[in-house]
């Protein structure tokens, strides 16, 4: 199992270009999510979804959209990229479930640079 | 308001000295607090607990729960150099009921 891709890996863009991050998990999982982290601000979740078909907004949502159009991938998409958008953004999953279940595993991250 | 405080938020430790890292939390409604690792990429999972006052272990890392006093401690005995990461604690909470993280610690440990 590969367990949670991200593609790509690096990217740069201009200011107001757009662009679409992919997440994919193999684990068949229900829940997925998208975080940005900054320096000295953590973890912030953006979007998530709690099944094919749903999406939700999180605590730092705007600039961003997202779709969940089959189970397993999860799109994060910037319409009009801004500099504040400079970050690495984490996708993760986990499965439907209480307790370890609930423990949630990382892509291994997307850097964006805007400028 | 759901939130998580670690302390310190960085720290220098030479090799094999034991370093605790402190996990402090609000939350409405508790399901559980987990533990994460981040090195260089994606934060790996190291512990979950849920219940008070039972230790999780796994070789030099070690984590306990208070549920009272709402905190949490993460010990690493006989650190290796392999042991710098930032290591970051989370818990279930929020009206999305997703994770709520710390800011993390960032520990680096000198040969």
């Known amino acids: 199992n590969a367990g949670v891709t991200q593609t790509p890996k690096f990217r740069v863009l201009k200011t107001g270009q757009s662009m679409t991050l992919l997440c994919a998990q193999d684990m068949n999982h229900e829940y997925m999510y998208w975080y940005r982290q900054d320096p000295g601000m953590g973890l912030r979740l953006i979007h998530y979804?709690?099944?094919?078909?749903?999406?939700a907004k999180g605590e730092v949502p705007d600039g961003y959209n997202v779709s969940r159009l089959k189970k397993q991938n999860f799109l994060l998409g910037l319409e009009s990229a801004a500099p504040s958008q400079t970050s690495v953004y984490f996708c993760a999953s986990r499965d439907l479930g209480q307790g370890a279940r609930e423990t949630q595993y990382f892509g291994p991250g997307t850097r964006l640079l805007v400028l | 308001e759901d939130k998580v405080v670690q302390s310190p938020l960085s720290l220098v430790v030479h090799e094999g000295d034991t370093v605790t890292l402190n996990c402090s939390y609000e939350?409405?409604?508790?399901?559980?607090l987990l533990w994460y690792k981040q090195e260089k990429k994606a934060p790996t999972f190291l512990f979950m607990l849920?219940?008070?006052?039972i230790e999780k272990k796994s070789g030099r890392l070690s984590s306990i729960l208070d549920k009272k006093e709402l905190f949490s401690i993460l010990n690493i005995t006989a650190t290796q150099t392999g042991d710098s990461a930032v290591y970051l604690c989370?818990?279930?909470?929020?009206?999305?009921?997703?994770?709520?993280f710390g800011k993390g610690t960032k520990l680096s440990v000198k040969p």
């Open positions: 939350v409405t409604n508790f399901r559980s």
């Open positions: 989370a818990h279930y909470g929020g009206s999305q009921g997703n994770l709520i």
């Open positions: 979804s709690v099944g094919e078909g749903t999406t």
């Open positions: 849920t219940s008070s006052g």
